[in-house]
């Protein structure tokens, strides 16, 4: 959330509050105005705390206690015209409605403390997300890129996918990946992976040595975790990893267990399935020769998404998966923009705005 956007939050929800303030006061009008008009025998004074506990739902504790002492007045003016203010009852009543309007403001006011303490949280985790997954540039040589990521965690903000993008001798090299698990261990893993893909983008490894390297890594990772963390020993994590050739409509890669990439063309989608696919990474020590690399054809025109299985894996409210071949299909996106914005606005209305898994998508264009 950028600082413009979060300033304009805190403005209509400043205005939102003034606005409804009145709700509360045209409370304590007409319950007053009833009682004062009722029968001695009906009390509807005690009614008068329904003003500041709806006023602590969407007010601070500075208005939600102003409205508590309106109320109490109220509650005073009520007494003072139905049988005095000497009365058990009405001092009951007056006693009582102080009580509660103190409570409310002081619930109030640690709940402010909490939104205002996870509101810094966010922000961190924002900003270690935005550290770790970079946005990736719109333009390497030849390619047209746009990618996006949606995390699971409202709360944090952050998850276990990754993808990250580097210029290669006649190529752009690409790695996405999703690593198993959730929390620190999870955010750890992936910081380590994207780390070990940028550091050798300059190494000039073919492609399964690159993966080689990268398993390798996770691997090492795994088991460096797993001294003080044993959760860190079933940890893998789901890759695909590939060129795209400068010069050549085509487009090589390493699928580790990680769902395939589509191609849209001419208004079909294309699942781009390697006929050999490999282990997932850090499940063991590997060499160049355990990957297997498979070229298909990408031409000027054509659509390359990458994704994580946070997309596929989306439900809507009856438990249905995300469409998303069908959804490509139909939207006939032109260009990465386009069918990534299309494609993150959607995934979050077709599962009501709360994925159950971090998600993330890259799509990617030649021009000619």
Known sequence: MSVRHGLTRLGRSGRSSRGLV????????????LDIHSPTTIHLGPFLVAAPAITASFAGPGLTAAIGAVAVAAQ?????????????????????????????TLFRYALDRHERALGQVRSVALAAQQVLVRPL?????????????????????IGGDLYAAVPAPGATRLVIGDVRGKGLSAIGE????????????????????????????????????????????????????????????????VNCGHPPPLLLRDGGVQTLDVSEPALPLGLGATSPS????????????????????????????????????????????AD??????NLHDDLLRYAGGNLGDDAA???IAKSS
Do not use: C
């Open 22 to 33: 009145a709700v509360p006061l045209a409370i304590i009008v007409a319950i007053t105005v």
């Open 76 to 104: 005073i003016v009520i007494g003072q015209l139905h049988g005095g203010l000497t009365t058990p009852n009405h001092q009951a009543q007056i006693a009582a409605l102080i009580v509660i309007s103190a409570f409310l």
């Open 137 to 157: 540039p719109h333009r390497i040589g030849p390619l047209r890129i746009a990618s996006a990521y949606i995390a699971a965690e409202a709360e944090a903000q």
């Open 190 to 253: 992936a910081a380590g992976l994207v780390g070990a893909f940028r550091g050798s983008a300059y190494r000039n490894l073919s492609l399964p040595g690159i993966v080689a390297h990268l398993g390798n890594s996770a691997y090492w990772n795994t088991t460096y975790l797993s001294k003080n963390d044993p959760e860190s020993e079933e940890s893998f994590v789901t890759a695909l990893v590939l060129d795209v050739h400068d010069h050549s409509p085509s487009v090589a890669m």
């Open 290 to 333: 355990d990957y297997k690399v498979e070229t298909f054809v990408f031409e000027p025109g054509d659509l390359l998404l990458l994704y994580t299985d946070g997309v596929i894996e989306a439900r809507d409210h009856a438990g249905t998966f995300y469409p998303l071949a069908d959804r490509l299909a139909s939207w006939n996106a």
């Open 336 to 341: 990465p923009h386009s069918l990534v914005q």
């Open 361 to 363: 998508m890259v799509a």
